[in-house]
């Protein structure tokens, strides 16, 4: 159907996982895709971006706590595609500690990621999305852990929470300036990715930790990337264009118990 055809959408954390399911989906969907991750994942990176068709990818590299990175990126953006329309804030990371075990160093670092860089992100997309005069859509990657306490991954829940929140602000903000910029949030169960895996691997019996975790989701299993890639797409498009400041809960009917 080429839902976002003629757009173009810049995903972060985008060399695997849900950023990669997400940067594919929208592609084959009719968008360019800016495909960018940290330093480390050029590789990766840049398989994805020359993977998504002739002229339709571009990688390039974002440490998304850095503020210096988001105005390359952006200036990047627009000197390539001319425009962006889509802004997925998608990077992100976990430690899985609880408040007694985790270091404030630890604390700052999954803050830094998880809220300074959706910051960052919804800062300079607003900036570039009105530079080209774009009704533009930035979706930010949150987390059920943003709705709900975990106590194992006290720091992550903190973020994504402030996320959410951010998120509404953000909404609110650009509906004031009649900018025509949209700003929504996702919340994902465990989804298949390495974070879930590594989540699992932390425990003492990692086989044991992925059912409680499957036990958890009502409807029984682990989600997969393009679940949420599906609802990226959605948001992405023109289909939502009355949605803003709205979270979209994908998690199986977790949150509704």
Known sequence: MKRVEGKVALVTGAAGGLGSAAARMLAREGAKVVVTDRKGREKEGQELAASLGEGAGLFVPLDVTKEADWAHAMERTLAHFGRLDVLVNNAGMGIPKDIESLSLEEWRLVH??????????CQHGIRAMRQCGAKGSIINVS?????????????????????????KSVALHCAS?????????????????????????????????RAAMTR???????????DIAYAVVYLASDESKLMTGAEFVIDGGATAQ
């Open 216 to 226: 958890s989701i009502p409807l029984g299993r682990l989600g997969e990337p393009d």
């Open 177 to 209: 300036k009649g900018y025509g910029i949209r700003c929504n949030s996702i919340h994902p169960t465990f989804i298949e990715t390495d974070m879930v895996t590594a989540l699992a691997n932390a425990s003492s019996d990692p086989a044991r930790a």
């Open 112 to 121: 830094a990621v998880n809220l300074d860089g959706v910051f960052l992100g």
């Open 143 to 167: 987390s059920v852990a943003g709705l709900m306490g975990v106590p194992t991954i006290v720091a992550y829940g903190s973020a994504k929470g402030a996320v959410r929140m951010l998120t």
